[in-house]
């Protein structure tokens, strides 16, 4: 079975950092392309960043550009999402996703959420003024 967990969301001051983790198990993680979404109050669920299967190339919504960074640890099956100077703005839910089919098609912003077929649970990011 297909799982992606997430932890390290939580509290922080404007201009904090927080860094988010997405563990994946049940499929071949090297294989796949990841992304990371979120969902502020009232919104959509958005698009923020997706990074290719190899781990060298990464895309990022214009709003996170400069302040978020992703990296993969394939050996670990794992995925981050580093975050610096945090925003109000960037409170929300924050989801990890996989897509299952093998390569890097569609893997750039702005990759529509219909593509991903395994999320993680959520976690919770509140930036506070």
Known sequence: ??????????SVQAG???RLSC????FIFKSNCMGWFRQAPGKEREGIGFVYTF?????YADAV???FI?????????????????KPEDTGMYY???RQQYGNGGCSYP????????????TQVTVTS
Not at 55 to 59: I, M, Q, V
Not at 111 to 122: E, I, R, V, Y
């Open 1 to 10: 079975q297909v799982q992606l967990l997430q932890s390290g969301g939580g």
């Open 16 to 18: 904090g950092p927080l």
């Open 23 to 26: 563990v994946a198990s049940g």
């Open 55 to 59: 781990g060298d190339h990464t895309t």
């Open 65 to 67: 550009k400069g302040r």
């Open 70 to 86: 992703i990296a993969r640890d394939n050996a670990r099956n794992a995925l981050y999402l580093s975050m610096t100077n945090l």
């Open 96 to 98: 990890c996703a996989a």
């Open 111 to 122: 990759a529509d959420l219909t593509l991903f077929d395994d999320w993680g649970q959520g």
